[in-house]
């Protein structure tokens, strides 16, 4: 094959439809066939990248091995089709805008008045089509953010539409909608989903394929209906039900032929029925547990689970592979105090403390960590996390009352935690972080040696604070241990306790490498030792 295919996927009648989801489902059915699919979300927002948004405004900001700072459905693409992503996987109208103003700066336009077409729209297209380019894929899927109808996303719309001409029979346009269930009526509304086709009809875009989103099942007759008012064929209004995990859906897409639908259109080859064994594999055993554990994470965001969706999803990629139902309890760090922490925290088997910025819940933090030190519950803190427990071995094992990071206090004494050196200098906050992967070197006697099973791994980073080393000979001499190091420069990685049965602090974040197909050893061994403390013996389940 020697034309790259386009998928383009946008979304109608309401946001949070599940776009991402959907893409990633369609991703995995295509790859599982024999093709070569990467997936793309281009937002319609003017920051330039998520990596300055509050969690509350957009959820987890998702880093890539690249050091990319992306929207939390990167990471989705990532777990559904076990690829890594790049910065050219997503792209904002604020980096759209710099490019051309860039351009328009250099002269490249040469004098002509910038105007959204053909200019925004010819940016636009121009990334669409910038992986298609490299000649490594077979498939493109192009997610577009926001719904039909806002004002953010029309120039996406007009490039879609130009794409359409352009790429004649490259390319196709999935839309998502929403058939809501009126109880009162006790029907099946189609009209939503027929207004969002005909506002997308009139920015010249016709929809190849519908993917519904419903309650209910959807009766062949409504089917027809939309099929017949919304210019697609029959087969191509695909029902996407509610289902109990995002995991069940690449299943429930390949039950309703969407990708033998989609392949059609794109005049392409099913090749073979897709292997999803393993997939299936992991689903059993997700559904199926033997035993069952109660792990509270803590963070100052858990309102808005989102802001930790890759910690959510590495722990159910590691409780399907060690048969365990996990039941997490979201507990807010600015309502831990002294003097309700046995409250809070007392039926626990495990606590996970989150990452994050700023003090705000900084001492709730350091009461949980200091209560399952002394209570020898199993401990996994995950960069603000790892940072919050050096902290309080400082101050209660040191005896250093001060002990602090220079976050967020810069006059301490006993910075514990610092700004990185390279980070001294630096004026403008976006994009500025130590991100992406780097190297750790592991020490071989050490419960992260237990874990990883070598010496030298490459984890993904979003910090600015690392451990002060010089205090590292002291916090060692009590009992915290260094057992991670980065080779180049000396930064501490990992750290664990000498006395407990499982406690570890990493600084980078091992959540944005799971996969369904390979989730992380690091949760694999937190949630093992978990069950290993205590745990509910639930009725023998085997993987046939």
């Not at 309080?392 to 005896?399: D, H, K, P, S, T």
């Not at 071989?444 to 990883?452: G, P, T, W």
């Amino acid at each position: 094959m020697t034309n790259c295919k386009y998928i383009f996927v946008t979304g109608g009648v309401t946001s949070s439809l599940g776009k991402g989801i959907i893409a990633a489902s369609l991703g995995k059915l295509l790859k599982a066939r024999g093709y070569n699919v990467t997936i793309q979300k281009f937002d319609p927002y003017i920051n330039i990248d998520p990596g300055t948004l509050n969690p509350y405004e957009h959820g987890e900001c998702y880093v890539t091995t690249d050091g990319a700072e992306t929207d939390l459905d990167l990471g989705h693409y990532e777990r559904f089709l076990s690829t890594n992503t790049t910065q050219a996987n997503n792209i904002t109208t604020g980096r759209v805008y710099q490019n051309v103003i860039n351009k328009e700066r250099k002269g490249d336009y040469l004098g002509k008045t910038v105007q959204v077409i053909p200019h925004i729209t010819d940016e636009i297209k121009r990334n669409i089509k910038l992986l298609g380019n490299t000649g490594e894929y077979d498939i493109v899927i192009t997610e577009i953010g926001g719904t039909v109808g806002d004002i953010e996303s029309l120039p996406y719309i007009e490039a879609i539409r130009q794409l359409t001409w352009e790429l004649a029979d490259d390319c196709i346009s999935l839309h998502l909608t929403l058939i809501p269930f009126l109880s009162a009526a006790g029907e099946l509304k189609s009209k939503p989903t027929q207004n969002s086709v005909k506002q997308l009809l009139q920015y010249g875009v016709q929809p190849d394929v519908l993917v519904c989103r419903t309650e209910q099942e959807l009766p062949r007759e409504l089917k027809e209906k939309i099929a017949r008012f919304c210019n697609v064929n029959f087969e191509a209004v695909i029902e996407a039900r509610d289902a109990s995990t995002i995991y069940e859906v690449p299943l429930l897409m390949e039950k309703e032929h969407l990708d033998r639908v989609v392949l059609s259109k794109l005049n392409l080859s099913f090749k073979n029925e897709p292997e999803l064994h393993d997939w299936k594999q992991f689903l059993y055993r997700l559904e199926n547990p033997s035993k069952k554990v109660k792990i509270g994470l803590i963070g100052k965001y858990v309102e808005l689970k989102d802001s930790y969706k890759s910690i959510s999803e590495a722990i159910i990629h590691a409780s399907s592979a060690t048969q365990t139902e996990v039941e997490i309890r979201w507990i807010h760090s600015e309502e831990i105090s002294e003097e309700n922490v046995d409250v809070l925290l007392h039926d626990l088997q495990g606590v996970l403390v989150a990452p994050g910025f700023g003090s705000r819940g900084i001492d709730g933090k350091l009461q949980a960590i200091k209560y399952v030190r002394e209570q020898n519950i199993p401990f996994l803190g995950i960069c603000l996390g790892m940072q919050c427990a050096v902290i309080e071995f400082a101050r209660n094992v040191l005896g250093w009352s001060d002990a602090n990071s220079y976050e967020m206090n810069p006059s301490t004494k006993h910075d514990v935690i610092t700004l990185m050196q390279d980070q001294k200098d630096v004026e403008n906050y976006g994009g500025t972080m130590r991100l992406g992967a780097y190297d750790c070197q592991i020490t071989a006697s050490s419960n992260a040696f237990d874990v990883y099973k070598t010496t030298e791994i490459k984890e993904r980073h979003r910090h600015r604070y690392e451990l002060n080393n010089d205090f590292a000979e002291q916090l060692q001499a009590k009992g915290l241990l260094i057992s991670g190091t980065n080779p180049q420069t000396g930064l501490a990685e990992i750290i664990e306790l000498e006395d407990h049965p499982w406690f570890m602090g990493v600084q980078f974040h091992p959540e944005y490498k799971s996969r369904v197909s390979t989730p992380h050893p690091l949760f694999i061994s937190f949630i093992e030792a978990v069950s290993k403390t205590h745990s509910t013996i639930l009725k023998k389940a085997s993987v046939n």
